[in-house]
């Protein structure tokens, strides 16, 4: 059996990526791995508090390790800082890590190049499926989850802060990935077949922040020409019970 820790996101493709590894017996998930922010203690693109990321991991009856870094992360501190913690990971015992990616070529290349600097191998349990499939499985698993973040080039403030269904699906814009995949939205799952019981949360407020792109065009884990920047997303603070 494959010694597995999960790339942890607290949303729905890293949720389905545990659930169909953990119905696998040829791996072992026994550690979940996420970055948090530390300017504001929130997991990295997400903006989900920490104590709600602490309470899935808890309901999920799996140990979470954190990696901090800074808000303002250039690509060289963050292949520094992840090398550091997968070269951790490896000397316990890990030989595989697993990601909810599905069709970002240059991001799952990134990852492969990275992890094989520490001789760990990669995972990609949903790759190239079907994002439509995808929702509709996740739903029909039961599996519940909110919008805690979306692209304010794409989607408005109405889309975040909401339940993810079907009504939600046939809201979104047909030029929107079903799943998100190109960052359209983000989400928190916080009940589902892989929790021990629900998640308890209140809706907080919305709130629209911009960031700005790094100067140095090395600063990139990327490779294509034709890729664009967005800078302005919508937040919905979920606030733990």
Known sequence: MKQTYLNWSSGKDSVLAYYLLKNNPDYNVSKLVTTINTAVSRVSMHGLQEALLDAQAKSMGLPLQKIYLPEKTSMQLYNSKMQEATQKLKSEGFTHAAFGDIFLEDLKKYREEQLEKVGLQTIFPLW?????????????LGFKAITVCVNAKLLDESLVGREVNEQFLTDLPDTVDPCGENGEFHTFVYDGPIFNHPVSFEIGEKVSKSYSPSKDNDDDCFTDDNKSWDTKFWYCDLVPK
């Open 128 to 140: 190239k499926k079907d994002t439509t499939t995808i929702m509709k499985e996740f739903l029909s």
